[in-house]
């Protein structure tokens, strides 16, 4: 089976968007893989001819917006060698963007009615891309661990307050802020 066949492509883009659906209504555990394929108006043979499980699924999904997510945050790097927050251009923060991409996603996560696992999830992704910019850091007072905690949550909480707003605020707005809070504690 080629990944790159557009039947498959369509298939998975159709599970993918059958479970989101589902869990903005009820948490994963609560979903049985019939419903995700009457969702997707895909057979269950269809289903397990992708993923033996309906995790799996998740699993693979949360996958390839973490790499969107991934690709986001590296986008200010892009330009320059080494970042300075000072210099930073709020027209080259991506993450918002990916915020909005993903919005129903991300409108899941910061649900009450979903498991925490999900938002420890999105932490850990968080986390490990600030670890990999802190390693360079040599100032051994301040534990990497920590200070990436610190810095993912702080993120977190930004998207976590837009989400309360509904997102109402535009992309650029956030972008503008986050920039403004790190020169800030400077």
Not at 64 to 85: C, F, G, H, Q
Request: net charge neutral.
């Amino acid at each position: 089976m080629n990944r790159n066949d557009l039947r498959v492509v369509k298939t998975k883009q159709a599970l993918h968007n059958a479970l989101l659906t589902l869990l903005s209504e009820k948490p994963l555990e609560n979903i049985s893989i019939a419903e995700i394929c009457r969702e997707a108006k895909v057979n269950r043979g269809t289903f397990y001819l992708h993923y033996e499980q309906k995790e799996k699924l998740f699993e693979e999904y949360f996958q390839e917006i973490m790499e969107d997510l991934n690709n986001s945050y590296e986008e200010p790097y892009r330009a320059v060698t080494t970042l300075n927050k000072n210099e930073l251009d709020p027209n080259t923060v991506r993450i918002f963007h990916h915020i909005e991409r993903f919005k129903m996603f991300y409108r899941i996560v910061f649900s009450k009615n979903v498991p925490l696992t999900y938002y420890y999830m999105l932490f850990d992704e968080i986390q490990a891309l600030l670890k990999r910019d802190l390693a360079q850091n040599k100032n051994r007072e301040i534990s990497i661990d920590f200070y990436s905690a610190y810095q993912a949550n702080a993120i977190i909480g930004m998207i976590l307050e837009w989400y309360r707003h509904d997102f109402a605020e535009s992309v650029s707005t956030l972008n503008k802020q986050l920039v403004t809070i790190l020169k800030f504690q400077q």
